[in-house]
């Protein structure tokens, strides 16, 4: 990375945001001296090299959910050294932490991820499909950009109060592993949301907006683990029962079970284990399932599977042996007054002005996949307000979910990828390296920080996100779908991570 970047970033960025002194231009927004000071902090080019660099420090790591080790510790670390006191491996995940800085209320917490997807690896700005290392993890979802967001904001919000004597607290929650949608139940079942007010979240997208309402699915994700009997497949298969025919089985099942489910369901596996060989009968196999629908329609769909499970066992006379449930979440709850609110802040912020390579870049990504080439964005989106009485509202899932239910919340998303690249997918992975990244975390930063500033010293903004949360929980009470005793996947990924790290930190070191 060319040591020049940060400053371009810097002017295309503080043109959007300040207009400058020249005769006829139009005057500065009449901003709060605190928000005023945040802003000005963010868009020193200093701070925007910093949070570039370890955004794409972290994208090459591209550590997958709960093995974020590396990436963990960069945030956190960077966290400590601004002033913040930092809490590690929390919720019995070692990669999950809770950074605050301030005392008393209010509490407003800021949400940040950081792991990457599997198969993905893709050089950075490059536009056809080039891995960095081939079959290795990579960052399709530009989570990357997105805890290293959360921090440059809450830093640039604690100079502000430094600078201006302001109150209240501002945590950042390091949340591993959203890829699996595994962390927040276990964040939310630990207590670590307790006492929070209302809550900033962020996400990596092309454009830059918010919105509010129910969204995405609620979701079980649970592995089928079934024991047989193991025989030689030829000689004596009478004597052998097949674990991997219960799976196959089960899959044939739930595959019929889909003609019998409304609309908002989604249902997708993968087969984890199934034999290691077709001569020797499989005594366990395995199968990973994600199973989608609408938070009243997802236990009712769950029972069905797990019934499909059972017919499997039963059929091929073998042991349904373990049913683990990796993670349970709801739909996302947004809260209508925090959008409003975060949609100002937004606007006020603007879309940052992209360079002649990065629009070259975006169109020639663009045409690489057959999507329009419209370049990179110029506008902020208008608010995004849920359609009523839709059946269908999204068939992906976030752990965010789950914090919604418990504290007034709503999403940021910000720019960086060019539209038409595709999510958990290396166009994706190409976008969220080097300058455009740079620019949409550090407007990203900049639109939590502003947000954060307002929650934090007009209370009258802040009791609206209160009072219609507070309306809005008396139907909605917080449930958690999370068995008592499920316990965090930590281990999930660590075969698959110990097969890439060493191959990725050095072609990070060769970078
Ligand atoms: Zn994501």
Redesign the pocket.
């Known amino acids: 990375m060319k040591k020049n970047i940060a400053a371009a970033v810097a002017v295309a960025l503080v043109l959007t945001l300040v207009p400058g002194p020249a005769a006829g231009a139009p005057a500065k927004p009449k901003i709060a001296k605190e928000k005023r000071f945040a802003l000005d902090w963010l868009s020193r080019p200093e701070t925007i090299e910093k949070f570039g660099r370890i955004s794409d420090r972290i994208w090459g790591y591209a550590e997958l959910g709960l093995q974020e080790f590396n990436s963990s510790k960069l945030l956190a670390d960077t966290l400590e050294a601004a002033g913040f006191t930092v809490e590690r491996g929390l919720a019995g995940m070692p990669t999950c932490f809770v950074a605050s800085y301030g005392s008393g209320k209010p509490v407003i917490g800021l949400l940040g ?1 950081f792991d990457a997807l599997p198969m993905l690896s893709q050089k950075g700005r490059v536009s056809k499909k080039d891995p960095v290392v081939e079959g290795a993890p990579g960052h399709g ?3 990357n950009a ?1 805890c290293t967001a959360a921090a440059a904001a809450a830093i640039a919000v604690k100079e502000a109060m430094d600078a201006h004597g302001f109150k209240g607290t501002i945590k950042v929650f390091g949340s591993p592993a ?2 699996i949608v595994a962390s927040r139940p276990y964040m939310v079942r630990a207590g670590l949301f307790e006492g929070v007010d209302a809550v900033i979240d962020n ?2 997208s092309s454009g830059f907006g918010t919105g509010y309402g129910v969204g995405g699915n609620a979701l079980f994700s649970t592995i089928f683990t079934f024991k047989g009997k193991t025989a030689h497949s030829a000689g004596a298969p009478w004597v052998g029962r097949s674990a991997l025919d219960a799976v196959e089985i089960m899959n044939v099942a739930t595959n019929y079970l889909r003609e019998h489910l409304p609309l908002s369901q989604r249902l997708h596996y993968v087969v984890l284990e199934g034999g290691e060989a077709p001569n020797v009968v499989p005594d366990r196999a395995s199968v990973w399932y994600y199973v989608r629908n609408t938070d009243e329609r997802l236990e009712e769909m769950y029972e069905r599977v797990v019934n499909c499970a059972k017919a499997g066992a039963l059929a091929a006379g073998v042991e349904l042996a373990d049913v683990r449930v990796i993670s349970a979440i709801h739909q996302s709850h947004s809260n209508k007054a925090a959008a409003e609110l975060f949609q100002k802040n937004i606007e006020l912020v603007g879309m940052p002005a992209w360079s002649d390579e990065e629009q070259a870049f975006a169109k020639a990504l663009q045409k690489e996949l057959g999507a329009k080439e419209t370049g990179m964005p110029a506008e902020v989106n208008a608010l995004e307000a849920p359609r009523s009485g839709r059946e269908f509202v999204g068939g992906g899932s ?1 752990d965010v979910g789950e914090v919604t239910l418990i504290a007034p919340t709503a999403t940021i998303t910000f720019p960086g990828a060019a539209p038409g690249a595709i ?1 958990h997918h290396w166009s994706n992975v190409a976008c969220w390296y080097g300058s455009a990244a740079w620019k949409g975390l550090n407007a990203g930063a900049k639109a939590i920080a502003a947000s954060a500033v307002d929650l934090l010293t007009r209370p009258e903004e802040l009791a609206k996100l209160r009072k219609e949360f507070e309306e809005y929980s008396k139907a909605h009470p917080y449930k958690p779908f999370l068995p008592a005793d499920a316990v965090p996947p930590n281990d999930l990924n660590k075969e698959l991570m110990d097969k890439y790290r060493g191959l990725l930190e050095k072609a990070l070191a060769e970078k």
């Open positions: 991820e979802c530009g989570h997105m959203e890829e996400h990596s976030s999510g």
